[in-house]
């Protein structure tokens, strides 16, 4: 055997115990009994020290050596490129910091589902303040040892080769134009009518109709499932994927395109390539990669007059409600383009998200960074609220700085990726459009040429190139925002 199959399949044990600890994971979120959490985070931490201490034994320094003088193939060496990278990120961290950050990142997270419906940021912030100071000490580790500052150090395990000062560039050129075109759109919908949901919409029609949606877009049953989750995700792995959504019984908008957004993030993981299963060549590129495909299907594809035209007619079977106005065509076109600046990031449209984004990230790199403490969150995020959406969070944890998961586990440096991913999203269309015709696939209610398209140039690439390649080989640029933003202004102001 050579070296660098042994690494090979030492890879692939540690997949198969991440697969363990993702399965954990997804039914503590969709299934676990609330009485079990010490015991699931009991669990799951030490699957994480297991996992630690494979992704560190001491003869892998001295495998990758060896591995690197022999004749690999290309997918071979991007496969040793990136089973080091892995091993290096690892390797940093000490063994017990990795425990201890399970631990604080469960207890914190489970907590954090009643707190939030509480308002209680007093209780949060006890939890919380474990997470950030051990969040902190990851930073510092990593950001010594790969000369980068802690914060770029945390955004480089989500986006590799990305760096705070390339998205305070990228976002302060956003900040110029958002608001103005936000303002314009609103004015423009103002001499709208529109209808919104007001019947009663049971949780099991909207999933009915959210399975009939994932069948549209070719979601594989045999290996994945859709559940219910407080905040809802993609899990699990290529083989098994797990979906979940959030149903509100008085409205089923948010619920419907949720399942849309997941099933983009579930798709990607279906198309990876079964011959690098397992390795870490095989998984996604990154997460901005990964949200570029939930917002792909999701933004420009769910949210297209002729996917709505879709939703219309399966909607109206579900509820059994084809004269009822609210799911007419054009009133459904109107509600999943609504402009509104609110509160929630998860609930927001396509036109203000990115404020929210960007807030976030503005906040989680100066805490990380030493700059802010996490006491001072609360009213940086209400000072950034009303200066880019004109909207007040203070006292109102629940729907500000206490609405997402992310922070309750310490994944600071993730929030840049939804941002990335819409733009990428954008970029991947216009390029698209030279060869597909998108439209008439989605009129058709055959969105084969789509997914092929996404299947030859994102899915079957997994991690062979690095970001920037990746993007350049399937639309002949590296991320170019001006798509983005040509989009948003076609979508919203035409």
């Known amino acids: 055997m050579s070296t660098y199959d042994q690494l090979s399949a030492h890879y692939q044990t540690i997949h198969h115990f991440n697969h363990a600890q993702a399965m954990l994971g997804w039914d503590a979120a969709a299934n676990m009994p609330a009485g079990g959490n010490d015991a699931r985070a009991a669990a799951m ?22 591995a690197a003088q022999e004749t690999l193939t290309f997918e071979q060496q991007a496969s040793l490129r990136e089973m080091k990278r892995q091993w290096q990120q690892a390797a940093l961290l000490p063994e017990a910091l990795v425990q201890a950050q399970s631990m604080a990142g469960s207890k914190c997270e ?23 100071a051990l969040s902190r000490e990851e930073a510092q580790i990593r950001g010594a040892a790969l000369g ?44 709208e009518s529109i209808i ?74 279906q198309g990876l390539p079964k011959a690098l299963a397992g390795l870490p060549v095989g998984e996604a590129r990154s ?48 509600i999943y383009t609504r402009v509104d600046k609110g509160f929630i990031r998860v609930d927001a449209d396509e036109l203000t998200y990115p ?44 729907n500000g700085c206490m609405q997402d998961i992310h922070w309750t586990d310490g994944a600071f440096g993730y929030f ?10 954008a970029q991947y269309k216009a390029t698209m459009t030279n060869t597909v015709d998108c439209d008439a696939a989605i009129q058709s209610g055959d969105l084969s040429p789509i997914f092929q398209w996404l299947s030859d140039n994102i899915w079957s690439q997994a991690s062979l190139h ?17 798509h983005f933003r040509k989009h948003l202004e076609g979508r919203y102001l035409k």
């Open 416 to 425: 840049p990726s939804y941002t990335l991913g819409a733009m990428y999203a």
């Open 196 to 269: 919104m949901p007001t019947g009663n919409y049971s949780s099991a029609t909207q999933k009915a109709l959210g399975l009939e949606v994932m069948k549209l877009l070719q979601f594989d049953f045999e290996r994945g499932r859709l559940d219910e989750s407080v905040h809802p995700f993609c899990g699990g792995v290529a083989s098994d994927v797990r979906i979940t959504t959030r149903y509100d019984e008085a409205d089923f908008v948010q619920a419907l395109m949720g399942i849309v957004h997941e099933t983009g993030h579930a798709r990607y993981e």
């Open 45 to 66: 931490a030490e699957l994480s020290v297991h996992v630690h201490r494979l992704s560190t034994q001491p003869q892998l320094e001295e495998w990758f050596a060896k």
């Open 466 to 482: 690095t970001t920037d390649e990746l993007v350049k080989r399937a639309t002949g640029e590296t991320l170019n925002a001006a």
């Open 110 to 132: 489970h907590a954090w589902r009643a707190q939030r419906q509480d308002n209680d940021w007093a209780g949060f912030e006890k939890n919380w303040k474990e997470v950030v």
């Open 287 to 334: 997460m901005g990669i990964h949200e570029s495909q939930s917002l792909f299907f999701e933004m420009q594809v769910g949210r297209s007059k002729a996917f709505v035209s879709h939703l219309s007619r399966l909607s109206k079977d579900a509820f059994n409600a084809h004269q009822d106005p609210v799911f007419a065509e054009q009133n459904l076109q109107k």
């Open 355 to 398: 404020a929210h984004v960007i807030l976030r990230y503005e906040i989680e790199r100066d805490l990380i960074n030493g700059f802010i403490e996490h006491t001072d969150v609360p009213a940086l995020w209400d000072e950034k609220m009303k200066a880019s959406l004109g909207l007040s969070t203070k006292d109102n944890y629940k």
């Open 148 to 191: 980068l500052t802690p914060y770029d150090a945390m955004l480089d395990k989500f986006e590799p080769g990305t760096s705070s000062a390339s998205l305070d560039i990228l976002f302060s050129d956003v900040k110029l134009w958002l608001p103005d075109l936000i303002e314009k759109a609103l004015n423009k919908q103002r001499s």
